[in-house]
């Protein structure tokens, strides 16, 4: 199990590339996270969701993806509460201190599809989350040291050097938490150096002086991390990637499934900007994107709240394009209701109004993954759906399902657009063909192989620092629930 010293120390992207380092070496590797917190998800070969990590680091083993690789999905809807995701499903929306309380439960589902997925790999590779120095949270504990210790799987620590303080969060966890608990820690691996290794190799030596854990490795910062799949909005790009064309992506506050948008930045005649609600929408954007959200009738509160209604008009004013996506969809059109309570307190709200659709959120959670052509039947795709809600109303549809169904909606200018399809432009044709619509030149850029290549990098680059052999010798058989 691989935990760290805090949120975004690399843990996913360690994780990643040592599954490709082991599938690489014949064995049958399987990624595992018992409890996640991200927007971003992925439909699973299985029918429900889990996090994008596991999916990334799935893909880097080689493995079809599970519901059982992420037993517990929190998805935030508010600042204290998120929807929970069990095995794949939606069970409901708790608030912070009601999680809490449901945590005992929740563990034996984790323990279950650990399991599953152990009774089906060769080797497991467990992710931790956020801090494994988090105390305060250790009675109830499923993601860290509650689930290492359930299962007697061996940790190993991981610091982010690149954030500063790295000799005093290593020491410092061992420190604070339990004896045994630092008992179950074998070793730790220090992330993302700059510079010479030679002159942090009395840390090494500091660090392992201090906690009696053995060092691992010291893994330089690896540059290509960027092309890789971010889960966190920690990821999200600064402002701006380089080209010639303009793309705006809205960044509300419960932004979802926003790693779609990924291949644009390696597009070079793209110059692609997250939109934060204290920012306005560029004045010189081509194409501006209302992506997937988690509360689609909170994040239209917060567009409006932004003036990004009206700098939309101004976009539109100068004949500028719009691509609604999932949620961004919903919003496009004349009203949002519901009537249930999915997202919040029973309502209907008028929406942007730019095309003629209504949605009511109700019904069960559509996840699934889908291919279709553009509407004229010319562009193919391949993507998925994850949404609650029915759009109705639409007289021109964007896509056409291989099912026959037909999705999405376009205004009579053909300028603004809408779709409950994800993927979109992380397929090569479809991208091309949006870039194209827009004024852009599209490159020959394969983002899929190029994400499958980069990972075999990040193994190379794994492999060169850190000790997998002696990694995988403090693998151990972990203990399962009593019959």
């Known amino acids: 199990m691989v935990q760290g010293t805090g949120s975004d120390v690399g843990k996913s992207m360690i994780v990643a590339g040592l599954a490709r380092v082991f599938v690489r070496r014949g064995l049958r590797v399987g990624p595992f996270k018992p409890q996640n917190m991200s927007n971003n998800a992925a439909v699973t070969a299985d029918g429900g969701e889990i996090g994008r990590a596991q999916a990334l680091q799935a893909r880097a083993a080689r493995v079809p993806l599970s519901v059982h690789m992420n037993p517990v999905l929190l998805k935030p809807q508010s600042e204290i509460g998120s929807q929970v995701v069990v095995q794949g499903k939606v069970v409901g929306t708790y608030k912070a201190r009601e999680y809490q309380g449901l945590k005992p439960r929740l563990m034996q589902a984790v323990l279950e599809s650990f399991e599953v997925l152990a009774t089906r790999s060769d080797l497991v590779l467990v992710e931790g989350a956020g801090s494994a120095a988090e105390v305060n949270l250790r009675g109830n504990d499923i993601a860290n040291m509650g689930f290492a210790q359930a299962t007697g799987v061996p940790v190993v620590l991981l610091g982010d050097i690149d954030r500063g303080g790295v000799i005093a969060s290593l020491v410092g966890t061992k420190v604070v938490i339990d004896a045994e608990d630092a008992a179950r820690i074998v070793g730790f691996i220090v992330n993302r150096f700059r510079g010479d290794p030679a002159l942090f190799a009395d840390g090494m030596t500091t660090i392992a002086r201090h906690t009696g854990w053995k060092p691992l490795g010291l893994v330089p910062y690896f540059p290509l991390a960027g092309r890789l799949p971010a889960e966190d909005a920690l990821g999200l790009p600064g402002r701006g990637s380089g080209g010639r064309v303009k793309i705006a992506v809205l960044a509300y506050p419960r932004l979802s499934n926003f790693d779609e948008f990924d291949p644009l930045q390696q597009e070079p005649g793209v ?213």
């Open 271 to 483: 110059d692609l900007v997250f939109v934060r609600p204290h920012e306005a929408i560029p004045g010189d954007a081509a194409l501006v994107i209302l992506p997937g959200s988690k509360s689609t009738i909170a994040d239209l509160a917060a567009l409006r709240h932004a003036g990004w209604d009206i700098d939309l008009q101004g976009h539109l004013r100068r004949g500028g394009h719009v691509l609604g996506i999932c949620g961004g969809y919903q919003m496009l059109g004349r009203s949002i209701a519901d009537p249930a309570g999915v997202e919040g307190p029973a309502t209907t709200v008028p929406g942007l109004g730019w095309l003629d659709v209504e949605t009511v959120l109700e019904g069960d959670k559509v996840l699934v993954e889908t291919e279709g052509a553009s509407v004229d039947g010319a562009v193919p795709f391949k993507g998925y759906e994850m949404h609650v809600g029915r759009t109705t109303g639409a007289t021109g549809s964007l896509l056409v399902l291989s099912s026959g169904q037909r999705d999405g909606a376009v205004d009579a200018t053909g300028r603004i657009a809408g779709s409950y399809i994800h993927g979109l432009l992380t397929d090569d044709r479809m991208r091309r063909y949006w870039l194209e619509r827009i004024g852009a030149e599209p490159s020959d850029l394969r983002y899929e192989p190029e994400v499958d290549a980069t990972l075999d990098k990040l193994a190379d680059h794994l492999e060169a620092y850190v000790d997998c052999d002696g990694l995988l010798a403090l693998a151990r058989a972990p203990r399962f629930r009593q019959r």
